[in-house]
């Protein structure tokens, strides 16, 4: 069994700065790529970023200069900085990732989300 926990978000003023972290924990071989995908009321889920194992990264263009993407392989955690968060930032976010189990296996997995409010 995998199981990706985040941790992070909140509320959070205009032009104010949050970060998330996302771990994956369980049966585990490798992590090709790990990222974050955020759903507003009413919309679609949308990626944010994503991150390769070797680094590479993308952003959506609504976030870029804004947030920055990074991981820890050793400790199969990924991270999401957002600085000058706008209330269109609002918005429940994701972590997602592609996993290698112990058995060769593969399989892309969800966290259960977790709450970004940016308001006055």
């Known amino acids: 069994q995998v199981q990706l926990v985040e941790s992070g978000g909140g509320l959070v003023q205009p032009g104010g700065s949050l970060s998330l972290s996302c771990a994956a924990s369980?049966?585990?071989?490798?992590?090709?790529?790990m990222g974050w995908y955020r759903q507003a009321p009413g919309k679609e889920r949308e990626s944010v970023a994503t991150i390769t194992w070797g680094g590479t990264i993308n952003y959506a263009d609504s976030v870029k200069g804004r947030f920055t993407i990074s991981r820890d392989n050793a400790k199969n955690t990924v991270y999401l900085r957002m600085n000058s968060l706008k209330p269109e930032d609002t918005a429940v976010y994701y972590c997602?990732?592609?996993?290698?189990?112990?058995?060769?296996?593969?399989?892309?997995?969800w966290g259960r989300g977790t709450q970004v409010t940016v308001a006055s």
């Open positions: 369980g049966s585990i071989f490798s992590i090709n790529v």
């Open positions: 997602n990732a592609q996993i290698v189990g112990r058995t060769l296996d593969t399989g892309l997995y």
